[in-house]
């Protein structure tokens, strides 16, 4: 059984307003909190990357999904 998150009436005005969005490129996005566990996918350090760039305002910090690539392009010099 399908959870009520995911029901139709729900998920298509959400992609609906996306869409709109992007079209107008005005994109506004809501941070949601995150679901446990927090240790599956290196969740704890996207939360406090997270936090550091959205809400102390550190744009200077990379994105996790930068931080992974600079890890493995690090692996493969080795």
């Known amino acids: 059984m ?7 009436s729900i998920i298509i005005p959400k992609w609906e307003r996306l869409i709109n969005q992007v079209v107008s ?3 506004n ?3 949601l909190d995150a679901s446990r566990p927090y240790m599956d996918n290196y ?3 996207r939360l406090i ?3 550091l760039r959205f ?3 550190l744009k200077f910090i990379p994105s996790s999904i930068q931080l992974e690539d600079y890890c493995k ?4 010099m080795l």
């Open 43 to 45: 969740k704890w350090l």
């Open 25 to 27: 490129n005005n994109i």
């Open 2 to 8: 399908l959870s009520n998150e995911f029901l139709p």
């Open 49 to 51: 990357i997270r936090f």
């Open 29 to 31: 996005f809501e941070l």
């Open 73 to 76: 392009k690090l692996y493969k």
């Open 55 to 57: 809400k102390i305002g």
